[in-house]
């Protein structure tokens, strides 16, 4: 049944962020935690992946009506595939309790910057090539190294950064995808050494993304109005954050377990600490 609904729910992200360009990191990452699954070591990397597969696919309806913007945004994606390991790598270090508190913090700045552009009219120009590719370079970077930390593809950061730069929205959404699928997909390979593979579940919501994913990247080229999308999108990631602050600040590290072991040199019991349910038995 838990994973019948984690199914449905990313079926319905990836519709979503397909339709931005996006992976769907923001609610793949906290869905899998919210089901049970470790953060570190399976919500993180299995969000990385999908991340990278929705919006691989989601390029496919895009590419089609030519909305990807191949040359400009290789400087990003270049520098986006760099980061991501590097961030993959410094999230081991960094403690749970931290890490849903950067990502809840990512979320919101995106969710208040899809508001804001949601009023403003689509731009007629875009900068010069070279000035993109110098904030191209600079973003993807950013935006990798992220990503690659909190189990995104980075494309809340780029998505709005492409807008800046003159980007009508359709093309924007359609460039993020080409841009986060390099960074998804390496931040995966950073975070694999580490991670824990779940096959099941990974093979339910990797059918579910398939099915969000080409729909949600139909309905954007054919019917989507940009500001209702907009809206949508920031809606869902205010309610994210929301949960995402409540569970960082609710958050209480598992205690440490103590197990009498018979010490037989003293005739007494000793007590060792044991990590969560492994018991430890002194067989001298």
Do not use: C
Not at 30 to 47: C, E, M, Q, S, T
Not at 104 to 124: F, G, L, N
Not at 194 to 199: C, D, I, K, L, T
Not at 205 to 219: D, H, N
């Amino acid at each position: 049944m838990l994973y019948i609904i984690v199914f449905f729910i990313i079926a319905a992200a990836s519709f979503i962020f397909a339709m931005l360009g996006l992976g769907g990191g923001m609610i793949y990452v906290p869905v899998l935690n919210w089901a049970g699954f470790d953060l570190v070591k399976v919500a993180i990397p299995l969000g990385l992946l999908l991340n990278g597969l929705n919006t691989l696919l989601v390029l496919i309806p895009y590419a089609r009506k030519k909305l990807v913007d191949w040359k400009g945004g290789a400087v990003m994606a270049v520098t986006a595939l760099i980061a991501a390991p590097l961030g993959a790598m410094i999230s081991e270090k960094v403690p749970v309790q931290t890490l849903k508190i950067l990502f809840a913090v990512m979320v919101v700045a995106a969710a208040i910057r899809m508001i804001w552009s949601s009023k403003q009219t689509e731009p007629d120009k875009m900068l010069p090539f070279l000035k993109r590719s110098v904030i191209g370079f600079f973003t993807g970077a950013f935006a990798g190294f992220t990503g690659g930390m909190l189990g995104l593809g980075g494309g809340f950061i780029i998505a709005p950064i492409l807008m800046m730069m003159g980007y009508k929205t359709k093309k924007a959404a359609a460039t993020t995808a080409f841009v986060v699928t390099f960074s998804s997909f390496s931040g995966y390979l950073g975070h694999m050494a580490q991670g824990e593979m779940n096959w099941v579940l990974t093979v339910i919501v990797v059918i579910a993304v398939i099915i969000g994913s080409q729909l949600g990247g139909m309905y954007m080229t054919q019917k989507a109005k940009s500001k209702q999308v907009k809206i949508v999108y920031a809606v869902v990631l205010l309610a994210i954050a929301a949960k995402m602050t409540y569970g960082a600040i609710t958050y209480r590290p598992k205690p440490e377990k103590n197990v009498p072991v018979k010490d037989q040199s003293k005739t007494s019991n000793v007590n060792i600490p044991v990590k969560y349910n492994q018991l430890v038995k002194d067989e001298t």
